[in-house]
T-cell receptor
Framework: RKEVEQDPGPFNVPEGATVAFNCTYS??????FFWYRQDCRKEPKLLMS???SGNEDGRFTAQLNRASQYISLLIRDSKLSDSATYLC???????????FGSGTRLQVQP | DGGITQSPKYLFRKEGQNVTLSCEQN?????MYWYRQDPGQGLRLIYY???????QKGDIAEGYSVSREKKESFPLTVTSAQKNPTAFYLC????????????????FGEGSRLTVL
């Protein structure tokens, strides 16, 4: 089983829709989680950190579910500019490398 | 401004040649990473370094080599042993917390696109 797994999509949604992605992880001792956004042919950029208590930044909400070993990203009121690939990143214990999921592609349509 | 600089941005190589990708950071970060990305794929870890003069293999280290002689620099050499080197290569660095652990937040360079002819 891969360390981090994501549904590759693409998720095609209309403008204004609410969309959610999940990212599952296999290492129950994983410590830190992040969501990154990557535009086509560009480097990934940090979107938000994921805390156990959940965190919200405008239209974006990130959640961590340790019992079921997944993190989620919810985007409300989707904009055309939200079209991108969303990557989850996690850091496990006992190893200080940071592992990415394969990414979920979102396409917001007018 | 502080950041990470990768060069060259585009590189073409003939089969059988080694090539070195440069990665320099002035963020004073201890940890540095090299990832490879293939079209439509996620990022796969090649090598990482937590401190000067120390580095560890990632998931796909075969055919690659690195060095970390200075904190600011973490060059990646793609050797002729790498069977499918055409890819987008991303270098990143990560700061440490006051407690000495990595924060997990990655700062990326703009990447280097390597094409083998």
């Amino acid at each position: 089983r891969k360390e981090v797994e994501q549904d590759p999509g693409p998720f095609n949604v209309p403008e204004g829709a609410t969309v959610a992605f999940n990212c599952t992880y296999s290492n129950s001792a994983s410590q830190s989680f992040f969501w990154y956004r990557q535009d086509c042919r560009k480097e990934p950029k940090l979107l938000m950190s994921v805390y156990s208590s959940g965190n919200e930044d405008g239209r974006f909400t990130a959640q961590l579910n340790r019992a079921s070993q997944y993190i989620s990203l919810l985007i409300r009121d989707s904009k055309l500019s939200d079209s991108a690939t969303y990557l989850c990143l996690h850091q496990g214990t006992g190893r200080r490398a940071l592992t990415f999921g394969s990414g979920t592609r979102l396409q917001v349509q007018p | 401004d502080g950041g990470i600089t990768q060069s060259p941005k585009y590189l073409f190589r003939k089969e059988g040649q080694n090539v070195t990708l440069s990665c320099e950071q002035n963020l004073n970060h201890d940890a540095m990473y090299w990832y490879r990305q293939d079209p439509g794929q996620g990022l796969r870890l090649i090598y990482y370094s937590q401190i000067v003069n120390d580095f560890q293999k990632g998931d796909i280290a075969e055919g690659y080599s690195v060095s970390r002689e200075k904190k600011e620099s973490f060059p990646l050499t793609v050797t002729s042993a790498q069977k499918n080197p055409t890819a987008f290569y991303l270098c990143a660095s990560s700061p440490r917390t006051s407690g000495g652990t990595n924060t997990g937040e990655l700062f990326f360079g703009e990447g280097s696109r390597l094409t083998v002819l």
